[in-house]
């Protein structure tokens, strides 16, 4: 599985062995255990009244999974369905179905009743698009673009007001205060953008550093992202492989010369690398402010943007400017900063 999942995307093999096939694993363990405890209770009442409360399941699932982690997307939306007593209609990415489509047949070989889980490959305008609007689908979940998830919202409510569960893009903001341990908070801040290509939804990909630290923040930050290996994503030892595909490379590239043109400094990488296939340099910016597109736009590749801050009340504002809300992170010595903070930050989950 996690041989295709590597060839199927570029992911690194020992990021989907180690860390998505466990979590698959995990999932699956866990909410196996919900399905014996999912129930409704009694309620005691005055008269001759019997009162009781029952979950019922929803009925047909359908679940549409993203590129970037496919065979994780693939068992967080079933898992959780099934144990319900759900069926599902579950649509991989056009780019990386193959993890969903050998999921199929160990699902067949296990003898699933026929008809539980259906797996359903195409493009997004057309198998997602019917998904979506299928009068018989009660529900659909979706991870990936605000843009592709407001044309399934509007679907649901065109269709039979089918209920509703997206999980957007993000251009998380990761607040690095002075009082930081610094080599913690450089490390961190690197992995969380450079994560999987830079193709995370979760990425904090938008950067505010304090004024005292920020030249030495950017130092440090520009000799790590110097110290990557790319390559082959099945070879041990290489930390990064190519983008999924011809258009996220194209898209990420133009992003980047946005960034120079707007007056952002490049300290390091901006371009392809190698000969072949979609490879692009371990990329870093400073000196970037909020209104440049690299600012505010998801970029989803190894881009990382560095910015200034002076006070608190100016950065909480700043990462708050935005239409994204999916995460965000605070490194701080500080208990009372760190949980001001994020009361403060109109994000999902904060670090």
Not at 48 to 69: A, L, S
Not at 136 to 149: C, M, R
């Amino acid at each position: 599985l996690q041989t295709m999942e590597s060839i199927d995307g570029g992911k690194l093999f020992s990021h989907a062995y180690l860390m998505d096939l466990d979590a698959c694993i995990k999932t699956l363990r866990y909410c196996a255990g919900w399905a014996d405890k999912i129930h409704g209770r009694t309620v005691p009442m005055d008269g001759n009244f019997f009162t009781f409360t029952r979950h019922e399941p929803i009925g047909v699932c359908g679940q549409i999974i993203p590129w970037n982690f496919p065979l994780l997307m693939f068992m967080w939306k079933i898992a959780v369905a099934l144990c319900c007593g759900n069926t599902v209609v579950i649509k991989p990415a056009e780019q990386t179905p193959l993890t969903a489509l050998y999921m199929g047949s160990l699902i067949k070989e296990v003898r699933f009743p026929p008809g539980v889980v259906n797996i359903v490959p195409g493009f997004g305008p057309t198998a997602g698009a019917a998904i979506s609007h299928h009068m018989d689908i009660d529900k659909v979940a979706f991870t990936g673009s605000t843009e592709v998830g407001k044309l399934i919202k509007e679907a649901a409510g065109k269709s039979n007001l089918k209920r509703v569960t997206l999980e957007l893009g993000g251009k998380s903001p990761n607040i690095i205060f002075a009082d930081a341990d610094l080599d913690t908070a450089v490390e961190f801040a690197h992995i969380g953008l450079f994560y999987h290509q830079g193709q995370c939804c979760i990425a904090g990909s938008r950067i505010f550093v304090e004024e005292p630290i920020y030249d030495e923040f950017v130092r440090r930050s520009i000799e790590r992202a110097k110290k990557y290996t790319l390559g082959n994503p099945l070879l041990p030892g290489v930390q990064q492989g190519p983008q999924i595909d011809k258009e996220q490379f194209k898209k990420i590239l133009d992003l980047i010369e946005s960034g120079k043109k707007e007056g952002a400094k490049l300290e390091c990488g901006g371009g392809p690398w190698g000969e072949k296939g979609y490879f692009i340099q371990p990329t870093v910016f400073s000196n970037v402010t909020d209104n440049m597109r690299i600012a505010k736009e998801e970029i989803f590749g190894p881009v990382q943007q560095i910015m200034k801050f002076k006070t608190v009340d100016e950065v909480i504002r700043r990462a708050n400017n935005t239409t994204y809300g999916l995460a965000a992170a605070v490194f701080t010595k500080d208990i009372d900063k760190a949980l001001t903070f994020a009361s403060a930050l109109q994000a999902g989950t904060v670090w």
